[in-house]
C-alpha cells in the first residue's frame, strides 16, 4: 500500500486547512486508515481513524474541530480541520493497512503503511 499526503501548509488561528492522501491498495489495507500527527521531540499521535463501515473516530483534541473521510471513489483520505490552534502544529501523517482493529486502531504500531508527511503550521 502506499499513501502520499498532500494540502499541509500555513494557517492563522481560528482558520482551516484541508488534508489529503491518495492511497494505493487492495482489500483490508484500505478499510481502516487514520491520521496521525508527531511534534518534534514527541510521540506520533492519532487524530482520527475511520473504518469499513466509514465510522468516524477522533481523539479528544480533535473532536468538533477536525473530521476525518474517505472518497473510495478518488481513492483518496482527507482530514478537515478547522477552528485551528497553535497546538495543531505538527507534522502530519497519514496511515493505512492495519494489523487489527478496534481499539488497536488507535496505536501507530498498528500500521504497516505510512504517508511521508505534510507539514502544517499554526500561528497564533
Not at 10 to 28: D, Q, V
Not at 84 to 97: I, N, P, Q, R, V
Request: hydrophobic letters at 30%; proline letters at 2%; glycine letters at 10%.
Amino acid at each position: 500500500m502506499q499513501l502520499v499526503e498532500s494540502g499541509g501548509g500555513s494557517a492563522e488561528a481560528g482558520g482551516s486547512l484541508r488534508l489529503s492522501c491518495k492511497f494505493s491498495g487492495y482489500g483490508y489495507s484500505r478499510y481502516f486508515m487514520a491520521w496521525f500527527r508527531q511534534v518534534p521531540g514527541k510521540e506520533r499521535e492519532a487524530v482520527a481513524y475511520i473504518d469499513s463501515y466509514m465510522s468516524e473516530k477522533y481523539a479528544e483534541s480533535a473532536r468538533g474541530r477536525f473530521y476525518i473521510s474517505k472518497d473510495v471513489a478518488l481513492d483518496t483520505l482527507y482530514l478537515q480541520m478547522n477552528s485551528l490552534k497553535s497546538e495543531d502544529t505538527a507534522m502530519y501523517y497519514c496511515a493505512g493497512d492495519p494489523q487489527s482493529n478496534g481499539a488497536s486502531c488507535w496505536r501507530e504500531d498498528n500500521y504497516r503503511a505510512w504517508g511521508q508527511g505534510t507539514q502544517v503550521t499554526v500561528s497564533s
